[in-house]
């Protein structure tokens, strides 16, 4: 197996492992999307959908290791790049022209991964911890409620939605990076798969971000 | 014949050598809008040996844009402002009367510098060494028109082997990659049937030293092909990716 493991090490062996890994987390965000957008159904409709999820409990607790281990090396393999690459150039350029020949989302993968990072984590305190460990209105299945206090509040809001929108860079780079490093880069189809990225990026940061403006400025002050 | 000349503020890149502190020095000249940079130069080092200095070290070699020896970065940009040209090939009339340009070499842990504005490229002749050909028999001249080829696929293979080895895909790229380099010219024979018998070894062998060499990754920022003297596409950095897979994929060499 060591031909498998210099293959993956390899320069081009590691961004097969970021367009790989990248498009599994693409996948799986379409699916939280659509988990989240059942809160405008109400509380009834997502108590109940997230209540369902602990019926098959054994199946999502093995996606969600999976996940893990996607997230894992996505993001290790992400700094270990950026950190090599870094490396690449010791003396960087006086005058950086970097502005006029390619767009700053494919330059600044690093940053709007680390800062999504961190809402990541922060993210999983506030609702996958409440959800599974023990919240009290989760022992009431009152997952709803756990959601709508979260967002009451401005700062926790703000945060997500700043996330939300670096998620949106990040992604539009991403979307597309992931095609060319499989070789699927061609006249006819690259076009719309750059389209195509951009309008799924536009759907993710929209759907996510819209949750919690929504709690801020239309659930109104009832919680 | 009166002549409007540019008055110029030059910062330029000197470094002794390649283990010495670099800095930017400035001089101030006048040029015709008429000359090309690299003439601009060779003015400014006539000048500094009159006065017994050192002149500027910079490469060039043929100046019309086909050799690929000059590359500087000018104002942040390998080869300057222009699109599609090369360094010997951009005149002082893009410039305005009063600029400050600033001059860098190409820099890159993979391209050390050897003085002010030479760097050592002799890393893209290692990659080269490795596959950046085919094997032939010599013998008799083959019959003309022996092995058929599409007008399309002949087109794009010569698209491939325009590049002309400059270096400024390196240059541009925030991870100094070579993968636009080598791509062109895995490509430039991953495209034609003479290229094929060694299709896999090739392209393999050339990014193993690709890597070996210090180069960084690809991030797909696509710099390269924006700065790129001859327009190589990044479409070359999706096939040499292509192969590179297949070659993983299909072949039984467990080595390399
Ligand atoms: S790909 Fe373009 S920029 Fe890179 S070495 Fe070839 S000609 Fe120069
Ligand atoms: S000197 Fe030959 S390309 Fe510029």
Redesign the pocket.
């Known amino acids: 197996m060591g031909w498998l493991y210099s293959a993956l090490s390899s320069s081009i062996g590691k961004k097969f492992v970021m367009a790989v890994t990248g498009i599994c987390l693409i996948l799986f965000l379409i699916i939280h999307l659509i988990n989240n957008l059942t809160m405008y159904g109400g509380p009834e409709l997502f108590n109940t959908v997230v209540k369902n999820l602990d019926i098959i409990k054994p199946i999502v607790r093995v996606i969600e290791a999976v996940l893990v281990l996607i997230f894992v090396f996505h993001i290790f393999n992400g700094v270990k790049l950026w950190y090599e690459n870094k490396k690449a150039r010791p003396i960087g350029y006086t005058v950086n022209g970097s502005s006029k020949n390619s767009d700053i989302t494919s330059r600044t993968m690093i940053v709007s991964g680390s800062i999504v990072f961190i809402f990541l984590i922060i993210h999983l305190k506030t609702f996958w911890v409440s959800f599974n460990l023990g919240h009290p209105l989760a022992e009431e299945h009152q997952y709803y409620e756990i959601v709508a206090s979260a967002f009451s509040n401005w700062i926790y809001s703000g945060l997500y939605i700043v996330a939300m929108v670096l998620l949106g860079f990040h992604l539009n780079h991403g979307f597309q990076s992931a095609f060319q490093t499989f070789g699927w880069n061609n006249n006819k189809y690259f076009p719309l798969i750059k389209k195509l990225g951009l309008i799924y990026t536009l759907i993710m940061v929209i759907g996510f971000a819209s949750i919690p403006i929504y709690f801020l400025f239309f659930y109104g002050g009832n919680v | 014949m009166a002549e409007k000349k540019l008055n110029l503020t030059l910062k330029i890149w000197r470094q002794a050598g390649p283990n010495f502190v670099g800095n930017f020095a400035e001089y101030k000249l006048a040029v015709s809008p008429d000359s090309s940079i690299?003439e601009m130069l060779d003015d400014l080092n006539n000048d500094l040996e009159n006065k017994n200095l050192e002149p500027v070290a910079f490469?060039?070699?043929?100046?019309?844009?086909?050799?690929?020896?000059?590359?500087l970065v000018i104002n942040g940009q390998p080869h300057g402002p222009i699109p599609k040209i090369?360094?010997?090939?951009l005149h002082m009339r893009h410039f305005n009367d009063g600029d400050t340009i600033w001059i860098e070499p190409f820099r890159a842990k993979a391209f050390p510098i050897i003085k002010d504005l030479m760097v050592d490229r002799s890393a893209f002749d290692r990659i080269q060494e490795t596959g950046g050909f085919i094997s032939v028999n010599t013998g008799s001249v083959p019959d003309g028109n022996a092995i058929p080829i599409s007008k399309d696929i002949a087109s794009e293979a010569m698209d491939s082997a325009t590049c002309?080895g400059?270096g400024a895909c390196v240059a541009a790229c925030k991870n100094a990659s070579a993968m636009l380099f080598v791509s062109a010219k895995v490509s430039q024979f991953a495209l034609l049937p003479q290229g094929q018998p060694e299709r896999y070894q090739r392209v393999q062998a050339m990014v193993k030293k690709m890597d070996e060499l210090g180069f960084g990754s690809c991030s797909n920022t696509y710099a390269c092909e924006a700065e790129c003297?001859k327009g190589i596409s990044v479409k070359n950095i999706a096939r040499m990716n292509r192969d590179y897979f297949m070659a993983k994929v299909k072949t039984e060499n467990v080595e390399s």
């Open positions: 690299l490469e060039s070699d043929c100046r019309e844009g086909i050799c690929g020896t000059c590359g090369a360094t010997c090939q002309i400059c003297p």
